[in-house]
């Protein structure tokens, strides 16, 4: 079955780094539209980075641009977020997501928290 397994998370001082990964399994990864979406507590879900298929293209959200940076490695079923000057406002739970197929669909990982606090 479809799974999406986050890991790397945990506490990190401001101004540190963290490095996220998610490893996929039970579908075509590389047929996938890759992307790291987040939820603080009390707020909504958002999007934070995408990749396509091939790796060739990403976007971020406003907030994260110039600190973190996704990437996949299809031979190994993963996508990354690298996390860079992490600020407390970063404090999230993390969650990966891929997007595809024929018909669409969407597969959720089941996330992993990320704190940022001194």
């Known amino acids: 079955q479809v799974q999406l397994v986050e890991s790397g998370g945990g506490l990190v001082q401001p101004g540190g780094s963290l490095r996220l990964s998610c490893a996929a399994s039970?579908?075509?990864?590389?047929?996938?539209?890759m992307s790291w979406h987040r939820q603080a507590p009390g707020q909504e879900r958002e999007l934070v980075a995408t990749i396509t298929r091939t790796g060739g293209s990403t976007n971020y959200a406003n907030s994260v641009k110039g600190r973190f940076t996704i990437s996949r490695d299809n031979a190994k079923n993963t996508v990354y977020l690298q996390m860079n000057s992490l600020k407390p406002e970063d404090t999230a739970v993390y969650y990966c997501?891929?997007?595809?197929?024929?018909?669409?669909?969407?597969?959720w990982g089941q996330g992993t928290q990320v704190t940022v606090s001194s």
């Open positions: 039970g579908f075509t990864f590389s047929r996938f539209v």
């Open positions: 997501n891929a997007g595809g197929g024929e018909p669409w669909n969407d597969y």
